[in-house]
Each structure stands twice: as C-alpha cells, then as structure tokens.
C-alpha cells in the first residue's frame, strides 16, 4: 500500500505541475488542484498508514498511537482541504475576471504573437 | 525621574506639535520653546548636585536578560552636552520661526526638530551602551527627516539618503562595538563600563570593538574617509544645519569620544586610528573650505575640519588634550552655530550664498555683518574670543606630545597649517561677502532681518566674546566639572588665561594667522579665487556609484527570475524548489524497514483508477469539460484513500469539497473559454513535463521513505488528552476546536476573507459571454424534477447536517463537515430553480451568515479569557434534562457553531456571486 500511495501522490504532484506550466488560467486551477490533492495527501501520509484504526477514542481502549492513526495530521489537512477551496474559488473569480476583461485567458493577460 | 523627563519631553513636544499641525506658526514655535525650556530647567535644577560630584541616575529594567536598561545618567559631560543641546536649541527654535516661509509646513519642520532634540538628548544622557546606541539611530533617523525637510528638492532628498546611509551603517557598526564591549564586561551600564577600562584594553576583543566603535564615531562626526555625506546635508534649512553641524549631530560622534574615553583610550590603537583620522580630516576640511563658492559649503568643510581637531585632540591620549578638546566642542558650537545663522539670514535676504555674488554687504546689513565678522574671527582663533583659547591650548598639546621623532615634529606643523587655512577662509568669509565690491546680480536688495533673527545669533557672539575675555570666571569651572567625568578621575590641574607670555603655542598662532593673511592674499591677486573650480568628488560619487550598481543587478535578477511571465516564473520556483529539495538528499535517500500494510484487490483497483484519471488531465486538459469530471474522479479517490487509511473526517470533507468544488468550476467554465487553444510560442511541453516528471518521482521516493520510516509523534499528547480535557472523542475535531482552536481561528478567517474576495473581485464585472435571462416574473424552473428532489432533500438535508454538527465532538462530523454538507444541499434548489427564485424563497444573507460565525468563534475564544484561562480554553458542562438525558456540552461545541456558520457562508457567497455574474451588467445597462 505504501508503494501505492507514494506513486499516487507522485503522479498527481507531476500532472499538476505539468498543467499549472500551462498557458491557460484554466488550465493552472486544474493543476494547482491536483497540486494540492498531492500535498494533502503527503502531509496525511506523513502521519503514516493505518487501516481501521480511526482516531475515535473506544472505551477500554489505551489512547495511543498503537491503536490509533496519527489525529494531527489529519486535523491539519482537514482544514487544509476547505482552505484549498477557498483558495481555488479566488484563482477561478480572477480568471473569470482577468477573461471578462482582457479579453483572453492568457495567464500573462496577452496573447502571445503568432 | 526627573532624568527621563528631561529626554522624554522633547518627544511628547514632537507629538503635541503634529496633533497641532494646523495650528499657528507662532503657536508651533511656541510650543517646542516652552518644552524645550522646561527640560532645560529640568536640568538646571540637577546642576548643583552634579556640581559636587554626585553622578545623578534614573532607570527601569527594559530587556532584562541581554542587559538593557532604560536608564539616565548624568555626569559633569552630559551635564555640559545636554545644556549646549538644549541652549542652542531654544536659540534655534526662535530662529527658524522667522527662517522658514510661510509655504514651510512648520509645525512639521517642528516636530522633527524636537525628535532630533530628544535624541540626542538620549544619546547623551543614557546610562546603558545599548539604549545610547539606540538613541544613536534615533539621530540619525531624525537627520534624515530634518535634512529632507524640503522634500520636493532633489538634492534634498539625496542628501539626506546619503547622510541616513552613512551614519546609519555607522551606528550599526556602534551597536557591534558596544555589544563586544559589553560582553567583555559583562555588563552595558556606563558605571560598570568605564571602570573596566583596563579589562577591555586587556581583552583580546579590545581591537574590533575599538575599530567598531570608532566606524561609529568617525561616520557621525564626518571624519575622514567617511566626511562626504556633510556637505551634501547642506541641502537642510539653514537651522537644521546650525543645529546639526554645531552642537548636535556631529558632536555625537566626538561626545562618545569623551564618553568612551577611560573604557578605551591609553592604547596605541587609539592613538594611531583616532589622532590619525582627525590629523586627515582637519587638514583636508580646512584646506577645501577655503575653495568654496557656496557661504554654506565654506562652513560646511571649516566644520570637517574642526571636528577633526577635537577628535585629534582625544587621540592624543593625554589628560590635558582631552579638556582641550571639551573646550574646544563648546567653542565650536558657539561660533559655528552663530555663522550658520548668519550664513541663512545672508540667504534669506538676499536670496543667494554665492560668495561671488555676494560682495560688499557691509553697507547694505551692518548689524548682521558686525555679528558674523566677530563669529569668523572666532573662528580663525583671533585672540579675545573663545577660538582663540582653545586653539592655543591646542598648539600646547600637539607640542606637548612625544613619540617617533618625525610626528614631534610634524604634528605641530601641520597643525600650524590647517590653522592658517581655517585663517584663509575666515578672511575670505569676512571679506567676500561684506566688502570685496558690490554685489553681483543678486535676486534681492539684501537689509537686515528682523530683530527676532538677529538676537540668537548676538547672544552666541556675545558668549564667544564674554569667554574669550573673562576664561576664568565663564569657561573654568564648567571645564573643571566635566573634564573629570571624561577622565574618570580628577583632572590635571590647569587655569585658562588670555596671556601666558611669549611661547611656543603663541608663535604658531602668529605664524598661522600670517600665513593665512598672506595666502588669502595670493589667492585673491594671483589666482584670481572665483575661478577656482575645486569640487571634492569620490564619496558622492562612489556612493551614488555603489547605490545604482546594486539597484540595476537587483533590477536585472528579479526582472530574470520575475519576467512578467508565469509560465516563466513558475518554472523557475519549481526549479529552485527541486535543487533545493534534491540538495540535502544528495548522499543518497535511506528507505526504513517497518513492515509494510498489506495490498488488497480493491485498493489497487482504486488506484488504477485514479492514475488513469489523473493522467488523462495531463493529456485532455485542453478539452476541459472532459477534465472536470477526470478531476471528480480523482477527488473521488482521494476521499476513498483517507476513508481506507483511517481518517473518516478528511474523507467527508474530501467528498463535499469535491463537489462543490466542482460546482464552482463548471460555473466559471461558463464564463471562460470551454477549450483551450493550441500552444504556440511557449516552451516547449516535453521540458515541462520532464520537470513535473522529476518532481513527481523525487516526491514519490520521499514519500515512500518517509512511510517506511518509524514513527516519532507527538500524537500521543493529543491521544490522551482528548478525552479527559478535551472532553471529546473524536480526536481531529478535538484538536480543531480545543487544542489548536487559534489555528483554527486563523483558517476559518481566511475562508471568510477567500470569500469576500470573490464577492469583490466580481463587483462591476462585464462577462464575455452573458447567460440568458428568464423573463422576470415568470417561472421557468431548470429542471421540474430536480426541483421536486431539492424541496425534499433540504430538510433532510438540514438535518443531516446538524446531526452532523452536534455528534462532531465524539463522532466524524463537526463544524466544516456540517457546513460543507448544509451548503451543499442548498445548492441543489440554487442548480434547480436559478438563483432569483431560490433567494425569493429563501432570503438568507451570507455575508452576514459568514460574519455571524467568525465573531461566534472569536468571542467564544475569547470567552475563557474572561475567566483567567488563555484563549479557547474548553470547559464541560454536561446538564441532565428531563426526557433527553445527559447532553454534553463543551464550549469547544460553540467555537464549532463559528466555524460552521463560517463554513456554510464562505462557501454559498462564493458560489452565488459567481453564479449570479450577470446581475451587476444588467443593471449598469
């Protein structure tokens, strides 16, 4: 599984900086999306894998890392995550603008001569 | 206390003077002479005390650990300093008054005067090295705002840069000196310090910090090679530089001198660099005042030079050129102060200080012209005024000084020569301007000033005479009683007289005074002066060089690195991002060996899924209708993975996220290109795709290192303390809204802030394309059947979300899951039936939804401060009701309602405002 994720938090980190070099603000929020999948991801992975060990405390159970997945990573991409919309919502309404009144959704606000 | 009121008035001056700024002119005078004489009468009730040898001190812990203390000292030397900061700058004030024109903002003018006053006063009076050295800064920060008091003047304005530049690296290198010294020490306060003489001319350390201090010294008395930025701050109102050039700025630099005297003189060192920089800059200052054109410029190098005297004079290392070069800071003050005052009032009338216009004054402004022939005179050290005593004095100790051979005998002569050029520049000062012919086309018929302009001036001539009469009854005893504070022990006896008989010091002064006669002579009939060019360059020059070299290499690195373009741009921070991370990792990536998770079936699955998804973006972006939904799926999968590994509450909000994220994408996409044109003209792909592909790789190695990596967390704090102070058992949302509740805090803002952007950025906005209207008052529902869904959803939908919200504590759910889900059910009437009809229905008003939460969860932090706990501490309460049972409640629960109505406002404002883009354009038509 940890081959998997890390290949996986790879491939998206790699496609999104291959689209966020693109010419297009569209194209840039779609990469500075998949962008931040990856970095969610990789500050999640960094509290490692576990599986069926949410960090909900049981009764009778010792409250430690043993018998519970790491919570503070996961508390910091909680709200990494509705940051990231916040954040995607502002570059959209910018390339939304930057069209309506350029006339282009060129990221430079210019096309480029032929 | 009194000792602090004495700094700190000038300041509260300062404040009183901008909060008056409209006031009156005279009103502003007004005010900083009467504080000014207040803290001169402050200080003169401390007078008799110091008199009689008590060092009087006032102070407050300030940093405590690194030594620093706000304290005042006062001794016979900032006694004497402090009285001449504060006579001369009452003479001033009232002299500006009537200098400055009506089009001048005064009370500015003012105001910057009263905050160089304070300063200098604390430079002065500080009992600690570090508060001095901070005051230091303080001068030379309020220079900079006095000498670019004419804002609007270029030269102005690079004079003052240049003054700002110079002596404010000079006071950083002061500030490295003191703290050597008092690390040496052990201890910043002056007490501790000038005792330790013999500690620190011991300490190995003793040279930097001497060389430091001096770097300070040197840079703000203008000493050679650091002299150039003086004459440049020239470009001041004339009283700031009568303020500056004689009793103030550049005595502070010879004030530390005296100050820093027993810590740091008796050495070679001192003797070389010190009586070696001010030999120079006396020689250099005097010889080039003598070519200027310019009344100012002329006292401008004539000030060079004498601050070079009194700094050779303390290099001397001896006791008696010590109380020499005290007399001579007073001296200078006074008649140095007197001619720039005179220099102005020339100025001023007659609107020119080119002395080759400026001839024959002598019959058109006697007064002024009485007054400032007395104060050159003083100047040149003519006997009977003051310069004269301490010239003499002067000549004394250079001949009393013994070393090498060669410097017995040329240090004397030198001397001897740079004071027959100050003689030259005397005579010329006296005689260029008030006789030497008529004026020359001058813009004004010049008269005497004012009354108000002149008595400043008559009472400093007045001192320089009563001094250079009567020494013994006016200049002793304030001699005496400083000199023994600069040499931290009783000074050497002497008594100041007119007439010692005929000696040596009396034949260099006879030999100075006509050779100085006799070139102001040759010059005048030979050479013919006025055509003498003779313009210093170097420093100016090689400062304006070294600035605008630095501007264009970091012009010509950012326009590199920040072309305009962000394709270009974003290469190269991804670039410099990838060395930077590659670096560390140089000697080799080590993998860990704790045993890894089994693979199952359906995860690989899910992965296959998601890489075939994400890979399909890289290459059917450019038709991005299709990589919406690829970006759906993948976000699909991303909440699957955290709900495989553990982490329900991420994969909830994953999962809402996405689709409204979603959402806002396919609204935007409206309004923008529903394809991306083909490529030209950029870089080409493959070079962007081998960068994304070394990251991606770099990122999986490092990923999977760290997963195959044991585990050092602190999560087990969190684990525990959950339940028992948290009183939740659901630790991520315990950690949200208790632990780490001020980051939260943070984030939450930052969404309401994210929103408020997008409502702004779409104010005014004309779209490309505009959506089709329905007729207003018609209905004309999207979808019947999505509409029928939605009115059944909401409800449920409503109370999904609170369930949500209230089992959050102990179970997945919380403020941003329940937000998330309650804007997401919302949206579906919004999709279903247009915006107008839904806000018909349904009037809510997110922005006020939104503010509503941020101030619940900032008074709910808050809250627990007014019960002495920090902020967003948690507490329990946990009330039994009837039917329902125990209900627990944690405050934390009410920081979660902030965030949730944060949440649900941010997100519906965002996406709203972009659904509803045509609005504004309809009603601009």
Known sequence: ?????????????????????????????????????????FIFATGRLS??????????????????????????????????????????????????????????AREPRA | MTLALIVILPFVAGAVLLATANAARLLSATIALLFTIAAGALLALQIPAVA???????????????????????????????????VLGALIIMYARYYLSARDPIARFYAFFMLFMGSMLGVVLADNLILLAVFWELTSLSSFLLIGYWQYRSDA??????????????????????????????????????????????????????????????????????????????????????????????????????RLYPALSGTEAWFFIVSGAGLLTLLIGAYTAVFQHDLKGLLAYSTISHLGLITLLFGLNSPMAAVAGIFHILNHATFKASLFMAAGIIDHESGSRDMRKLNGLWRLMPMTAVLAIVASAAMAGVPLLNGFLSKELFFGETLAFEGHRALEFGVPLLATLAAAFSVTYSMRFIHDVFWNGEPQGLPRQPHDPPKWMLVPVAVLVCLCLLVGILPNTTIEPILQFSAGAVLGGP??????????????????????????????????????????????????????????????????????????????????????????????L??????????????????????????????????????????????GVVGLIVSLAFAVFSAPDLALTQLLVEVVTVILMLLALYYLPFESPPERNSPPRWRDAMLAGLIGTGITAITYAILTRPTASIADYFLQKSLPEGFGTNVVNVILVDFRALDTLGEVTVVAIAALIVAGVLRMIVPRVVPEQPEAGTYAPVSLFLEFIARVLLPLAILV?????????????????????????????????????????????????????????????????????????????????????????????????????????????????????????????
């Open chain 2, 491 to 584: 000074p050497p006896e002497f008594t100041i007289k007119i007439w010692h008989g005929i000696n040596w010091p009396l034949a260099m002064s006879v030999a100075a005074m006509v050779a100085g006669a006799i070139f102001y002579l040759l010059l005048q009939r030979l050479f013919s002066l006025h055509d003498i060019v003779h313009l210093p360059r170097g420093g100016k020059e090689l400062f304006d060089a070294l600035i605008n070299r630095s501007l264009a290499m970091a012009r010509s690195l950012t326009g590199r690195l920040q072309s305009g373009h962000l394709q270009h741009s974003l290469a190269i921070i991804f670039l410099i991002a990838t060395v930077a991370a590659a670096l560390p």
């Open chain 2, 52 to 86: 009689s040898g008590a060092v009087l001190a006032a102070g407050w812990d300030w940093l405590p650990l690194p030594g620093a203390r706000f304290g005042f000292r006062l001794d016979g030397l900032a006694a004497m300093f402090a009285g001449m900061v504060l």
């Open chain 2, 801 to 925: 979300s609170l369930y949500m919200f209230l089992r959050g504590h102990n179970e997945p759910g919380g403020g941003f899951i329940a937000g998330l889900v309650i804007a997401v059910a919302l949206l579906v009437p919004y999709l279903a039936s247009g915006a107008k009809t839904v806000e018909a229905r349904l009037p809510l008003n997110y922005e006020a939804i939104l503010g509503a939460g941020l101030i619940i969860a900032a008074l709910t932090g808050a809250g627990s401060m007014l019960f002495g706990h920090p902020i967003l501490t948690s507490s329990y309460w946990s009330p039994e009701l009837p039917v329902l049972g125990k209900i627990p409640f944690a405050t934390a629960m009410l920081f979660d309602l902030g965030v949730y109505l944060t949440v649900l406002g941010g997100v519906m404002l965002a996406l709203v405002r972009l659904g509803k883009v045509h609005a504004p354009t309809r009603e601009g038509n």
């Open chain 2, 157 to 258: 304005r690079q004079g003052a840069r240049l003054a700002l530049t110079i002596t404010g690296l000079g006071g950083l290198a002061l500030l490295g000196g003191v703290l050597i010294i008092g690390h040496i020490v052990g201890d910043y306060s002056l007490d501790s310090v000038l005792a330790a003489g013999d500690q620190i001319r011991a300490s190995s350390l003793y040279l930097p910090a001497l060389i430091l201090v001096l770097l300070g010294v040197f840079t703000k008395s203008a000493q050679f090679p650091f002299h150039f930025w003086l004459p440049h701050a020239m470009a001041a109102p004339t009283p700031v530089s009568a303020y500056l050039h004689s009793a103030t700025m550049v005595k502070a630099g010879v004030f530390l001198l005296a």
């Open chain 2, 586 to 631: 140089a000697p080799g990536l080590s993998y860990g060996h704790t045993p890894l998770t089994p693979v199952s079936l359906p995860a690989v699955i899910l992965w296959a899924v998601g890489c075939v998804a994400t890979l399909s973006i890289a290459f059917l972006y450019a038709r991005r209708l299709v990589a919406l939904v690829a970006i």
């Open chain 1, 51 to 108: 599986i069926g060990k949410a960090p909900l405390i049981a009764p009778g159970v010792e409250p430690s890392l043993s018998n519970y997945a790491d919570p503070l990573p996961q508390a910091l991409v909680l709200t990494a995550i509705v940051i990231g919309f916040a954040m995607t919502a502002v570059l959209l309404v910018l390339a939304v603008r930057g069209y309506a009144d350029h006339g282009t959704d060129q990221v430079d």
């Open chain 1, 1 to 41: 599984m940890e081959l998997l994720l890390a290949s996986g938090i790879g491939l998206l980190a790699a496609v999104g900086i291959f689209l966020m070099l693109r010419a297009r603000t569209f194209d840039v929020v779609l990469g500075l999306t998949l962008l931040s999948y990856a970095v969610n991801l």
